[in-house]
């Protein structure tokens, strides 16, 4: 058995990086010169060496400081001289011991030891029993996990009784660092060492546990990322054989994602079309949700999300620009420069939208599309006429095949940029038949507070429209919805004068028609007296689109004439524009010639212009019936009606019979019957040719008037002076009769035209009945319906009056 151990000197062995415990039966490798000297003197004493580690695995040549104070003692089993100059010793630790000091012998170290006895610490029998079953049972989960640890240990532990021999060789089986295993040599007594030894099971039982979750982990990743990867490549195999997929292996859904990349959406859109590319991906190519799905990505990809044009900021260009494609219009020029050189200082993109009102062909659309010209932008013209439904203008949601977006991104993606100069043409005959409200659709396309987020139904993700300069054209303004019109800058384009008409059509319309039907103008002249006759004879409107038809028709028909070889060149005159246009279409409304009893001479506004308007009144024996015929409407009835009752309360005063209205019928008829009327500028006309006719008093035939009467005959203002003027000048009127509140309007008169009228401003009815009536001619007889021509039978009157 084991000899006692004294304190005494011993060859020491530094170990580097492991150590032995006492019990264990360990194998060594002994390789440095010093090292072997030592074992190589043990060999010659009683085979007892001190076995101690280094602090630093690295040191190649420990000095003393450089060990450790605790070692152990231990025998030499065996001893192999291997090659090399290396020995093999197996050695079996018998006891710890504390190296008192370290002394350089010849060639080897020697260490003077004082053995450490073993001790077992406070705790009791039982209380040591269980923590020696809790270390068993530990260190069975950690050899279990380990896998490092033979199987052999966990039966050689189990069979240990004693608690020393127990605690050593667990500690020794222990896979953990040289320093720890120190720290375990170092614990003397032995419950100390066995709680230690518990901490670092539990500790390596944790991280063991770790590592397999991890392990397992990263495999099922692996292993799952191999399967993805030979699954799409068998799909790409079958989409190749199908021909899905191209040569260089690329699919439409990689082409798709490709066009994503370089459309450079915003972030919300770009999420919104790769979430669709996704569903896209996994759907069956055949279904008609997938071609659902693909049309709506086609049409995210195809908008103008960030193209941009660049704006032409030279306002004199600009101007230019307007100048040469518009003659006059000089006011809405104006104002459009004015609207563009307000936006550039600003810088914003916000502001009124402007809305230009006035008769067809007077320019809208042509003048809108020349700013677009001006400032350099893409330009679109989007027709409200006739949209009745919301969905128009907002997208119908992506609910079935063949929904679209709304008009407005629909005309964004035709025009390729975002910043387009729009015009929404007609946005009166918007309201005049909706049914799902467009018009407040468009509100939000118009309000510069809301439009850079318009909600599309289709798109689903907000697009910016605050860039688009929108321009909105109307024939008249009372019909747009009140609210859309609250958010326009209304220019009023009214109707042409005759000299600007001729204007237009000599600088403009003629020379566009000679280009359109190939001719030059040495082939094709026109005299001026000719255009005239055109605008007289061959149009009746405010704007200019029939008269350039005309002239288009008299080029295409010498057009004709030169290729058949007729003739080389014409020259259409005065006398021979029938040829080209047949017979004259219009009977321009000529003022009457001669002075007449009961017809007086009105102006109207159409939406063509406007016009002369004569009214008639005949009375004859009745029972006080009023007949009104012509297509009036009912405002125009209420007017007559009230002139009438005026008519009545003045009766004395004019000289009329106060009881006319029980004896005779009036029969009152405005010409050209077929057409309606309405409105009541009519007033003070209705009421002179009755006058006219109840006094027979004829009416001057050179005068005409517009406005509205009372009940009490005071005559209020009307709308539409200009074109009222204008068709007063054109029919040969010299004098007219407005309503004193109208006496602002005369400024916007062209002083050609102001001329050669005389504008009488009239108050009151009284007036008007002063210029308009000749005096009563003394000779004449008493008026028919005063004679004394009642029915014999004596009827009484009453009752039968309608
Ligand atoms: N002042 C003008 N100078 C030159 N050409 C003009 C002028 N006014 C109108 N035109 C020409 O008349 C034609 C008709 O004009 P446009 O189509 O713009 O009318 P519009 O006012 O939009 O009518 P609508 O209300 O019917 O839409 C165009 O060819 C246009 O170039
Ligand atoms: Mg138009």
Redesign the pocket.
């Known amino acids: 058995m084991v000899q006692p151990i004294k304190s005494q000197t011993y060859p020491l062995l530094p170990l580097r990086g492991t150590l032995v415990f006492p019990y264990m039966v360990t194998p060594l490798e002994v390789g440095r010169v010093r090292s072997i000297e030592a074992v190589e003197q043990t060999m010659l004493r009683d085979g007892r060496i001190v076995l101690a580690a280094q602090h630093l695995v690295a040191t190649e040549d420990p000095q003393p400081e450089d060990i450790y104070d605790v070692g152990t003692l231990c025998e030499v089993k065996q001893l192999l001289k291997v090659p090399e100059g290396q020995i093999r010793v197996l050695v079996e630790g018998i006891s710890r011991v504390n190296l008192e000091h370290i002394d350089d012998a010849e060639g080897y170290y020697e260490a003077f030891v004082t053995p450490v006895p073993e001790t077992v610490g406070e705790m009791d029998r039982y209380e040591r029993e269980a923590l020696m079953r809790i270390v068993r049972e530990e260190f069975e989960k950690y050899v279990r996990l380990g896998k490092k640890i033979p199987a052999e240990v966990l039966l050689t532990v189990s069979s240990i009784e004693d608690v020393h021999r127990f605690a050593d060789t667990i500690a020794s089986q222990l896979n953990v660092a040289f320093k720890e295993k120190q720290r375990l040599l170092e614990i003397f007594p032995v419950d100390k060492r066995l709680e230690a030894i518990l901490g670092l099971l539990y500790r390596e039982g944790e991280i063991l546990s770790m590592e397999k979750n991890i392990q397992q982990r990263v495999r099922k990743q692996m292993e799952k990322a191999q399967r993805e990867y030979y699954l799409r490549e068998q799909i790409k195999a079958i989409q190749m054989e199908l021909g899905e997929r191209d040569e260089r292996g690329s699919t439409e859904i990689d082409e798709l994602k490709d066009k994503l990349e370089k459309a450079k959406l915003p972030k919300e859109a770009k999420a919104k079309v790769l979430h669709e590319i996704h569903r896209l991906e996994r759907m069956a190519p055949m279904a008609a949700e997938a071609t659902v799905v693909r049309n709506y990505i086609d049409w995210m990809l195809a908008l103008p999300w960030s193209k941009r044009t660049k704006d032409r900021l030279d306002l004199n260009v600009a101007e230019e620009l307007l100048d040469r494609?518009?003659?006059?219009?000089d006011k809405v020029k104006e104002r459009i420069l004015e609207f563009l050189a307000v936006r550039q200082l600003t810088k914003s993109s916000k502001g009124p939208i402007l809305c230009l009102v006035?008769p067809?062909?007077?320019?809208?659309?042509?003048?809108a599309q020349s700013v677009g010209t001006a400032l350099n932008r893409n330009f679109s013209r989007l027709s409200l006429g006739g949209v009745r439904d919301e969905a128009e203008i907002r997208g119908h949601r992506r609910t079935y095949i063949g929904s679209m977006p709304g008009r407005i991104i629909q005309t964004l993606k035709t025009v390729g940029s975002l910043n387009p100069v729009i015009v929404l043409?007609e946005v009166d005959k918007l309201a005049s038949d909706f049914r799902g409200d467009p018009a407040s659709a468009l509100l939000e396309v118009l309000d510069p507070e809301q439009n850079h987020r318009f909600g599309d139904h289709y798109l689903e993700v907000p697009f910016d429209l605050s860039e688009i300069l929108f321009i909105t054209?109307a024939?008249v303004l009372h019909s747009i919805p009140p609210p859309l019109r609250d958010r326009m800058e209304v220019i009023e384009i009214p109707g042409y004068t005759e000299y600007e008409k001729f204007e237009?059509a000599r600088r403009?319309?003629w020379p566009k028609q000679l280009k359109s039907n190939g001719l030059t103008p040495e082939q094709l002249q026109i005299s001026d007296n000719t255009i005239y006759r055109i605008i007289h004879e061959y149009t009746k409107e405010a704007?200019?689109?029939t008269l350039?038809r005309r002239l288009g028709t008299v080029c295409r028909k010498v057009a004709t004439e030169i290729v058949k070889g007729q003739t080389q060149s014409a020259r259409v005159t005065v006398s021979n524009v029938h040829k080209y246009l047949g017979i004259p279409r219009y009977h321009q409304s000529q003022a009457n010639t001669e002075d007449k009893v009961g017809v007086a001479t009105g102006l109207a506004f159409t939406t063509v212009g406007g016009e002369i308007l004569s009214i008639e009144v005949t009375v004859v024996d009745g029972k006080g019936k009023l007949t009104l015929t012509g297509k009036l409407g009912e405002v125009m009835r209420e007017s007559a009606q009230a002139a009438l009752s005026y008519l009545r309360s003045r009766a004395a005063e004019l000289g009329i019979d106060p009881k006319f209205h029980e004896r005779c019928d009036i029969h009152m008829h405005i010409p050209e019957g077929a057409i309606p009327k309405d409105g009541p500028s009519a007033g003070i006309t209705i009421a002179t040719a009755l006058a006219s006719a109840l006094t027979n008093r004829p009416v001057r035939h050179e005068l005409s008037m517009t406005g509205e009467i009372t009940l009490r005959g005071r005559v209020l203002p009307i709308g539409g002076v200009k074109e009222k003027l204008l068709a007063a000048h054109r029919a040969g009127i010299t004098h007219v009769l407005l309503p004193v509140d109208n006496e602002k309007d005369l400024e916007e008169i062209p002083s050609s035209v102001l001329g050669k009228l005389q504008i009488s401003l009239v108050e009151h009815m009284d007036e008007v009945l002063g210029h308009a009536l000749y005096p009563v001619a003394e000779s004449e007889g008493p008026l028919p319906f005063m004679l004394p021509n009642l029915p014999a039978g004596g009827e009484p009157w009453m009752g039968e009056r309608t």
């Not at 494609?325 to 219009?329: M, N, R, V």
């Not at 067809?360 to 003048?367: A, H």
């Open positions: 494609d518009h003659f006059g219009l006035g067809p062909g007077v320019g809208k659309t042509s003048l043409d054209t024939n237009i403009h319309l704007g200019v689109r350039e």
